[in-house]
């Protein structure tokens, strides 16, 4: 069984940062990684955020240049840093892995299936 554990949410001011982490057990069966971090707001649809999929790494247009995501397979823990925050990022964030086993499959958002619970994050201006 594939669990999730986000960390790091917080409250902070415009501009600045947070670093979230993920924790994901009982992942190591899958050789190919796939994962990928989502935010939601109340009252709005959950949107992909980053996706790093064996290096390769995807993020939504308007965090391009401020996230970062990026995966420590050691420790088995996914990372999103979030620098230049803005009142517009503030959302719960949830981290999510695919179970993909082939290579020549694609890997998107729509592809995740374990989740974590999430982490609130806070941008006061």
């Known amino acids: 069984e594939v669990d999730l554990a986000e960390s790091g949410g917080g409250s902070v001011q415009a501009g600045g940062s947070l670093r979230l982490s993920c924790l994901i057990s009982g992942y190591r069966a899958y050789s190919r990684k796939c994962v990928a971090w989502f935010r939601q707001v109340p009252g709005e649809g959950r949107e992909g955020v980053a996706l790093?999929?064996?290096?390769?790494?995807k993020y939504k247009d308007d965090v391009k240049g401020r996230f970062t995501i990026s995966l420590d397979r050691g420790s088995s823990t996914l990372y999103l840093q979030m620098n230049s925050l803005k009142p517009e990022d503030a959302a719960t964030y949830s981290c999510?892995?695919?179970?993909?086993?082939?290579?020549?499959?694609?890997?998107?958002?729509?592809?995740?299936?374990?989740w974590g619970k999430g982490t609130l994050v806070t941008v006061s201006s």
């Open positions: 790093f999929d064996n290096d390769e790494v």
């Open positions: 999510a892995a695919a179970a993909i086993t082939s290579w020549s499959a694609a890997c998107t958002y729509s592809d995740m299936i374990f």
